[in-house]
């Protein structure tokens, strides 16, 4: 049972066709002048407008980029170099790790934070008030949160980072192919891999009108080298079958998702985080009392039942969580569950049932202390 | 017909079986700790291993990255920041242009070209001269090059390098998959579209004593966000497919590639370029004079011929060869052939023809003088 749906899911057979065809047709560079490469351009041509459409922009605005990592690398990269002369990033205090990775290495120090409510919303006033400082050169607040599923009320932030002629990078790579896309961004990171297309591409789109400047060797565009023109094609098509289905996955995972927080959270020890309307459907991340969260993993592994930590989840940063820490939560023992479109209520009866046995019986073992 | 296979070909059904598997079970993320990561970093470890043996070395030297530019901006620039204090970076005259900009993107200034004589080969005394700057960071010398298909001795280049202690990174993005790999190198970039495998992905190795600091946002590493299993697995089965008919495939091809130089080479005004010895088996060169490289390229096209240009052949570059230049040779109406194994005797009889026919008739069409 895969609950780790944030970043990477099983393709469905429509995805996998896709990539078939890809592999067919569009093996040749799509950059050279003969049939085949005519025939490789065409495809990444579609599958460029497919999601410029999904996300209401025209295709000559979106670019496949290696990774939404790499994408987010070179779009702050990029819009700060334009602003020479303005150096601070204004970030919100749960972006994601690239954003700030990007942020200290292009502008040599580290990112101004805006503080975040308890349930993950940007603190608007402190954003007012931090964009309105001469020396800012961009903003990046992401869309939505792929740990707590907080989703940012966007139009207000977009509107107080316009008023200041602040450029706004939005991260939507947690929130695109689950909620409609947002409406008003500078620059954007997708993650197809996050809405079940294939790992190994990412999209970024840019405004018309935000300036940017090369940051990178010349000769090189948003992707060195270029892209896997079948995996551009397999994002599109992913995004497509996501967005066909998109009220009803959402509603039903929606409602997964209201049963763990409902069951879950009334757990002894346990805390269920994140705003709990606006929100991403298929999101949930939950904070257990006395248990260390790579045995709560571990042990769930084992149940055949595979879940995220709240932190990076990757095994080299299994670390407390950052995001769960400005939000004021429990920084430990905490699994973030992320659910694609194949999972059934079954699947959920059968998740709560484990949470309810295995964590008493993981604080027993560690000797945590219980109630009389 | 396709004879443009330098950088992409069409797919085997070998390796096409290889991206279905990979597809299958290594979806997942493989950075994670629970069942579905880990088949996946199997997948990609059994790869990494599976390319290390082809190349004589250990798997953890070597890398997959996002294409085979953004290995060597990677290495260039990684390799070029441990060497603070010396920063001059030498080259060949004819290194890929990705090199050219790599290097002067990161060292400020443009690198030192070391000449090559008229077959191409690296000025070795020259090269010695250049290397005993005590301000030359590093040194890219390539192995076999993509447009003329001369060989380098960088056992002779590796030599002059290593006495001075100045770092070698290899270009064998040209070459590996067709010839042995180069025993002496500090660094290397491979690319496996080149040998069969997929577009979307490059390989780098390094050595263990090579020294390097990273030249890129924390967290990220050689790939920022990872690069996709399934074209890392297929990559190490093309090139175990490559190797495994190395020897025959080498020697056919050369045997093709023999009759394009022996048979055009002998037709008016066309010069053959390239060392006829020490060169790729599978690529060739040749100018025409009088006629306009893309309308040449168009006619082929036409005829269901897929060539590229001796230039970096993409649409937006079909500009005179700087590689060409270099040698002396004519510099437009060229062609470079890459002959990928599905080639036939048959297909290169159609070829020559072709060429017979169509040369005079352009040259016609333009007004080019001809001999009474």
């Given at each position: 049972m895969f609950l780790d749906a944030g970043g990477s899911a099983p393709l469905t057979p429509r995805v996998r066709d896709a990539l078939a065809a890809g592999f067919a047709?569009?093996?040749?560079?799509?950059?050279?002048?003969?049939a085949e490469s005519r025939r490789a351009r065409a495809l990444v041509d579609g599958a460029r407008e497919g999601v410029a459409d999904a996300i209401g922009v025209s295709a000559s605005d979106i670019h496949f980029v290696p990774s939404a990592i790499a994408g987010i690398d070179r779009l702050v990269a990029s819009i700060w170099s334009a602003r020479r002369g303005r150096d601070e990033i204004v970030v919100s205090a749960i972006e994601r790790d690239a954003v700030l990775h990007a942020s200290s290495y292009i502008a040599r120090r580290e990112p101004r934070e805006v503080p975040v409510d308890s349930l993950g919303h940007v603190d608007l006033p402190a954003l007012e008030q931090a964009l309105g400082d001469p020396g800012v050169a961009l903003a990046a607040i992401q869309h939505a949160n792929h740990e707590i599923g907080t989703v940012q009320d966007l139009d207000a932030v977009h509107a107080i980072a316009a008023e200041r002629g602040v450029p706004l990078i939005v991260d939507a790579t947690a929130s695109v192919g689950h909620i409609a896309a947002p409406d008003h961004w500078d620059a954007i990171a997708l993650n197809p891999a996050d809405w079940g297309g294939p790992a190994g591409i990412g999209v970024i789109g840019l405004r018309p009108r935000t300036r940017w400047l090369p940051a990178w060797p010349e000769g090189d565009d948003w992707a060195p080298g270029g892209v896997s023109v079948p995996l551009a094609l397999a994002s599109a098509v992913a995004l497509q079958e996501r967005l066909e289905l998109a009220e009803e996955t959402a509603a039903r995972l929606a409602e997964l998702v209201h049963r763990i927080r409902a069951d879950v959270g009334a757990m002894e020890g346990i805390d269920v985080v994140g705003d709990p309307e606006h929100r991403l459907p298929h999101v949930v991340t939950f904070s257990c009392l006395y248990i260390d969260g790579e045995a709560l993993l571990t042990r769930l592994d084992r149940e055949g039942i595979a879940v995220g930590s709240g932190s990076a989840c990757t095994t080299s940063t299994l670390e407390p969580s950052r995001v769960l820490g400005a939000i004021g939560a429990l920084t430990h023992g905490n699994v973030r569950i992320a659910l694609h479109p194949g999972i059934t209520d079954a699947d959920i009866d059968r998740f709560i049932a484990t949470i309810a046995r295995v964590v008493p019986q993981l604080r027993a073992e560690a000797g945590a202390p219980t109630r009389g």
């Open positions: 047709d569009g093996w040749a560079d799509p950059a050279r002048v003969h």
